[in-house]
């Protein structure tokens, strides 16, 4: 009897290692150094998070209010400007200067200040500090309404009155005759044209103010339209006319006008009334 035939051996071959085991163990190194990268910047995130606020209010990291210089700030403008600009901002405890809104936020603050008419430039500067150039608005008039006076502009914003002493506040035209109150805070127009006109007529007439010895103008409708009168002592009153800019055909211009009153007051005529608005109108004084 014949034996059965042998099978042939199948040979085994190892299974050779993943692409990813393989990757591994190439790169055991790089990886172990990665993960410990990261480890230590997941701390470093923890512990700023928690000793950060201290670090960051220290002096050296902080920009501070008495580092903030201010430019641009007129001998008319008696408040402490800056310290208000920064405590009505919230900003008087110091600001980050990592902070990228920082000169944003500086301008801001300044520019919601009733004083500041723009804010030319914010300038960060090391050490720890800044400068801010501002553009202030000057006051033209007093305004006159029940209980006091409030200053304005040119433009006829409202000023900071509380800034002036009765003293100071007399060493500015006054604005009579004015019904209105003020239709925005501080800082913005007074809303009215009366107000705007009699600013405009306090810069024409501008130094010569007290030189005339003119204590008040107010508005008056004369010949269906508005014109203003100009008080001074004992009564005496010249008839201006339309505010400047607003004249009608035929009406002599502001400086033609104030070129008269100035002829008046050098002739020394004293008249009770003196009308500007004709060319031909006799010379008197106020």
Not at 23 to 30: C, K, T, W
Not at 179 to 199: H, K, M, R, T, Y
Request: glycine share 10%; aromatic share 4%; hydrophobic share 45%.
């Amino acid at each position: 009897m014949n034996p059965p035939p042998r099978r042939k051996a199948v040979a085994v071959v190892p299974s050779s290692p993943g692409a990813i085991a393989c990757f591994v163990s190439q790169r055991r190194a790089g990886l172990i150094a990665l993960a410990v990268l990261a480890a230590a910047l997941a701390c470093g995130f923890i512990l700023w998070d928690r000793v950060g606020p201290r670090v960051r209010s220290q002096g050296g990291y902080m920009l501070r209010p008495d580092a903030v210089e201010l430019l641009g700030c007129p001998a008319w403008v008696r408040c402490d400007l800056k310290a208000e600009a920064l405590r009505n901002a919230s900003l008087d405890g110091g600001l980050p200067l990592d902070d990228p809104q920082l000169p944003m936020r500086l301008a801001r603050a300044f520019d919601m200040h009733p004083w500041v008419q723009q804010v030319l430039s914010v300038k960060l500067r090391n050490p720890a500090g800044a400068v801010v150039e501002i553009l202030c608005r000057e006051p033209v008039a007093m305004v006159g309404v029940q209980g006091g006076l409030l200053a304005v502009s040119a433009e006829g914003i409202v000023l900071p009155s509380g800034d002036f002493t009765a003293e100071l506040a007399a060493e500015y035209p006054r604005i009579s005759g004015v019904e209105s109150s003020p239709q925005g805070p501080e800082g913005s127009l007074w809303g009215d044209p009366i107000v705007e006109e009699g600013a405009a007529l306090a810069v024409a007439i501008g130094p010569q103010w007290q030189a005339l010895e003119i204590v008040d103008c107010r508005p008056t409708i004369e010949r269906g339209r508005r014109m203003w009168e100009l008080f001074g002592p004992a009564g005496r009153v010249a008839l201006f006319g339309s505010a400047p800019g607003r004249e009608v055909a035929g009406e002599p211009s502001a400086a033609a006008k104030i070129a008269r009153l100035k002829a008046i007051g050098a002739a020394r005529q004293v008249t009770p009334a003196v009308d500007l608005t004709q060319p031909d109108s006799g010379t008197g004084s106020l």
